[in-house]
């Protein structure tokens, strides 16, 4: 049976704190013990911060999508409605649907070649 290497033998029997005054280990206790702490703090407030973010990301994409859910009912009613194609390709180029965005622009376009904000929006849409 071979014998357990020294390097690793010296760590179990060396002891660190053995070699430090009480006083001093007390310090360094509660040295590392306040840098854990503080790591858990900074991980707790982050962890928190993403949440609430994600909350809030999360509200406004409910918000987006029962606008877009409004535009198209309203279209069920106004066929040519050239406002609500340009909200719902609006609406989708926010929430990064940009097929979807694509389609209701070029409806929009149909609608009205002469649409400026629409060829705005076709510039920043065609970039992608």
Known sequence: MSKFPNIFRSIAENNFFLKVKKNQRAILIGFVSTLIFGAVLVVAVDSYRNYKENQKISRERAKIENEITFWESSLINYPNYRDAYFKLALLNHQL???????????????????????????????RY
């Not at 979807?100 to 065609?126: H, M, S, V, W």
């Open 96 to 126: 990064k649907n940009f097929d979807k965005a694509e389609k209701y622009l070029e409806k929009t376009l149909q609608i009205d070649p002469n649409f400026r904000e629409g060829r705005k929006l076709e510039k920043i849409l065609y």
